[in-house]
């Protein structure tokens, strides 16, 4: 499927992974998060890396504080940390009234928003973000960008695959994936 795809990510810059569908975007980023194993080639990450599949990992019947206490847990978060990054990220993506909501429960847009809090949770230095804002309406697609350049000037690195044009000027560069490999722009 990938043959020659290769990159390198900095503190402090926004990459754009492109290409058309089923081109192999989502592909590469499970081989860097490590969530599949390439058949040769090699992964160097430092600092913590943080995961937004574009189908949500979680579990229907838990509500959204209950997956944030989940996976806080797992991240081995303190508890002054939790509460922080809980209430910044209820209201910077607007949905702290579902958060005794359960999963089944949730709309399209709302899961996404679950699914992408539970990815910056940890403040990870290192953001790898699958289509992360499908189904957001615009105040949130703008939220969510407000998001990413706050972490950003901070000297986090976000990788996120798009397939908008009107992305395009919001990333420092841009990296297209096509017949197996991947291309600078
Ligand atoms: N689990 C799998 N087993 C076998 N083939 C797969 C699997 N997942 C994806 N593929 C195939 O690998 C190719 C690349 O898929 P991938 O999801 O990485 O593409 P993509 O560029 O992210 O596409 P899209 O823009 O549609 O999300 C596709 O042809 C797809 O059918």
């Known amino acids: 499927m990938l043959a ?4 390198e990510l900095y503190p402090g810059e ?26 040769a080639g090699t992964v160097t990450t430092r600092g913590r890396i943080g995961y937004c599949p574009q189908e949500p990992l979680v579990y229907s ?4 504080d209950e997956h944030i206490e989940l996976f806080s847990r797992a991240y081995g978060m303190s508890d002054a940390d939790v509460r922080r990054s809980r209430d910044e990220l209820y209201e910077g993506l ?17 899961l996404s928003k679950l699914n992408l809090a539970l990815a910056l949770l940890p403040d990870p230095d290192v953001l ?9 309406d615009w105040d949130t697609y703008l939220r ?3 998001l990413v350049e706050a972490r950003r000037a901070r000297g986090k690195t976000v990788l996120v695959v798009s ?5 395009e000027h919001r990333f420092t560069r841009i990296v297209d994936v096509r017949d197996g490999r991947t291309w600078s722009r």
Do not use: Q
Request: glycine fraction near 14%; charge should be negative.
């Open 144 to 146: 969510f960008w407000d």
């Open 14 to 39: 926004v990459v754009g992974l492109v290409g058309e569908n089923g081109s192999g975007k989502s592909t590469f980023m499970k081989v860097l998060v490590g969530a599949l194993d390439a058949d």
């Open 163 to 167: 397939h908008f044009v009107v992305d």
């Open 94 to 110: 607007t949905f702290a009234r579902y958060a005794a909501v359960r999963v089944d429960r949730l709309s399209g847009g709302t």
């Open 61 to 64: 019947r838990l509500t959204c």
């Open 128 to 136: 790898l973000l699958d289509e992360p804002y499908a189904g957001f």
């Open 4 to 7: 020659g795809a290769d990159i």
